[in-house]
């Protein structure tokens, strides 16, 4: 026996209903979507497979609760209201799951709204994990440059070309990262050069293939002060996506800020060379909290001009 038409959409409108609740962090009310559902399959005579649909369900209630423990700690260790979590959680969210990919996003969400130190210690418990260690131990130097502690951020480099924490094709790639920013900083501290040795075989994370970007120059929009420009420090990057910190003094630019808006033809400054390329705002909020606050944190995504 087949179940009608009429029940199939109405299992589908509302298996619809509990992803959307879910995209938006309304974790507790998807869980309630669910229990409903699971009640609807369990009194329906039409519906024969229901132990099937209820294993399923009960798969998906598994998620929502791992995912609502993730985001309840969340809460209680950054200082953002729930709509500021998950603006960063559907921005930079790798959608592979996982204690430590949420583990990351956290650590990123409070980088992007300014909070350094509670970053810095987050990305410290990520460097043990394959999947995010070089993400992160570039975050970690992002976090002592946002702060201006440059000798700090030299200083953590020295460290872990002393202890061996990171693998040595991943030091180079920080080392590259670090000793670009420094060189732009105006300093001039050469830092060493890990040895690589030839008979050690390495493939590359596709993270390291990924370009680094350091600063991105935002001009205003106006005819009237096309000419005025702001440098802003890339404050996190994930991919494509960066997010960048503009201080309140800007408040002319940021008056230009809209989510959705689209800057061409925008200087980029990397590890290793300068680019002009459009970026696409994705989100811009005010930091309410921390050293940051009165401050705005505006999240773009670098496009591929044809």
Not at 71 to 95: K, N, W
Not at 145 to 161: R, S, V
Not at 187 to 197: R, S
Not at 210 to 228: N, R
Request: charged content about 25%; proline content about 4%.
């Amino acid at each position: 026996m087949t179940i009608p038409d009429k029940i199939k959409q109405e299992i589908k409108k509302r298996l619809q209903e509990i992803e959307a609740y879910r995209s938006h962090s309304l974790f507790k009310e998807a869980r309630f979507r669910c229990q409903e559902l699971a009640a609807l399959i369990r009194k329906t005579p039409a519906i024969t497979d229901k132990q099937k649909l209820l294993e399923q369900l009960w798969g998906k209630v598994k998620k929502i609760d791992a995912e609502l423990k993730t985001f309840d700690a969340f809460s209680e260790s950054v200082e953002m209201s729930p709509v500021e979590q998950a603006v960063v959680r559907q921005l930079f969210t790798s959608g592979k799951g996982g204690k430590s990919s949420a583990a990351f996003e956290t650590a990123a969400a409070m980088l992007v709204f300014g909070q350094q130190s509670a970053a810095l210690k987050a990305f410290h418990e990520l460097l043990d994990d394959d999947t995010h260690r070089i993400a992160a131990a570039k975050s970690i130097i992002r976090c002592y440059l946002m702060e201006g502690q440059f000798q700090k951020a030299a200083k953590q480099y020295l460290t872990w070309f002393k202890d061996d924490r990171l693998p040595r094709p991943m030091l180079v790639s920080v080392r590259i990262f670090l000793q670009a920013a420094l060189t732009k900083k105006g300093y001039k501290q050469q830092l060493p050069e890990p040895v690589m040795l030839e008979e050690i075989q390495w493939a590359p994370e596709p993270e390291l293939e990924e370009s680094d970007f350091l600063s991105i120059v935002l001009p205003y929009m106006t005819k009237q002060m096309i000419a005025k420009q702001v440098l802003l420090d890339v404050n996190f990057q994930r991919g494509k996506m960066i997010n960048c910190i503009v201080p309140k003094a800007e408040a002319g630019l940021i008056g230009f800020l809209r989510p959705g808006s689209v800057f061409r033809e925008v200087q980029i400054n990397g590890t290793d060379m300068i680019t002009f390329c459009s970026v696409r705002l994705s989100e811009v909020s005010n930091i309410k909290v921390g050293r940051h606050a009165g401050d705005t944190t505006i999240t773009m995504r670098v496009l591929d001009d044809d």
